[in-house]
């Protein structure tokens, strides 16, 4: 029997996460997500399960006497008796509040955003099927997005953080222990974000048998489950080769053979491993910038930007769907390029 692909797995593990998440949620839920199944991915649903989840624990927690009965056998037709009002509670009431174990969680301008978008989505699911009166969720208004400076690295840093993988020396001595096991690895992978931009999900996900040395091309698969063929430049053929030399050396472990990146484990590498792994090098060469595999993928996009000046062409290799969002935030991105120039005006002849 073939080995399901790595996005495969994922999937099946979402569909489980799923289950298990429908069983604390009312049955009526279980039709809003065959409904949107065959729109969104499985990590879609699962952020969407989540958020309901916690809409309907403040109603309990709130508003007990909103619905009898257990959780369970609420029918959809309870959406009609919450209010506006409600609505809007929910939402001051996600900035911080204690789950159902008495875990304290909290919310910030985006986490809030997308909950909002999730109760609309939910709410015009079933007003379209008729199954509810009103669609009052449609009247919440989105929480006010505030701007936040767009970090990135700079050439120099880029240059800064590849050599300290090379010579590990900013690294803690419980960190330089493994750094000869693991930086022709690490190397590779930051080469690979840096010099493609792809997703840390893109990255993991990578099998031996996805990449062709011939063109200078990988086939990865993007967010949304679509296979596309991107191409990579010398300097990423050159780390990915020396990788794969010391690759041929390991025996990974079983459901790991194609993998590319593999862990200390010999299994295939996490995204929590690849984002640690970032910061473990990122945060002594830029102290005051907070550096991610997302951040790479901006500075790559802004290379790429910089060096063509079509927004197209970012937005088809980054993977965007939407042109628009991807000149909003380069166009921002030059924004703040102009005023650090305008930080770097010499006060004095030199």
Known sequence: MQQPTYNEQITMKNEIKLRELCVELPDFCKEFFRGIEPTTSSRTRIAYAYDLKIFFHFLQEKYPSIEEGSLKTWPVTVLDKVTLTQLEEYLDYLKLYEDADNKVHTNEEKGRMRKTASMRTFYKFFYRKQAIKNNIASLLN???????????????????????????????????????????????????????????????????????????????????????ILYFGEEVRKALLDYLDERENIIPKEGSEDALFLSMQKRRISVRAVENLVKKY????????????????STYGTQLYQETGDIYLVADVLGHKDVNTTRKHYAAMEDQRRRMAAGKIQLREK
């Open 142 to 228: 989105l929480p006010k997005k505030h701007e936040h400076a767009i970090t990135r690295l700079e050439i120099d840093e880029i240059a800064k953080l590849l050599d300290a993988v090379e010579d590990g020396e900013n690294l803690t001595t419980s960190q330089k222990k493994y750094h000869n096991k693991t930086k022709v690895r690490d190397l590779a992978i930051l080469t690979l974000l840096l010099g493609t931009g792809i997703r840390v999900s893109e990255c993991v996900g990578l099998d031996i048998s996805n990449l062709d040395f011939e063109t200078n091309g990988m086939k990865i698969h993007r967010k949304g489950g679509a296979e596309v």
């Open 282 to 297: 990122a945060r002594p060469v830029t102290p005051l910038k907070t550096i991610t595999p997302h951040k790479l993928r």
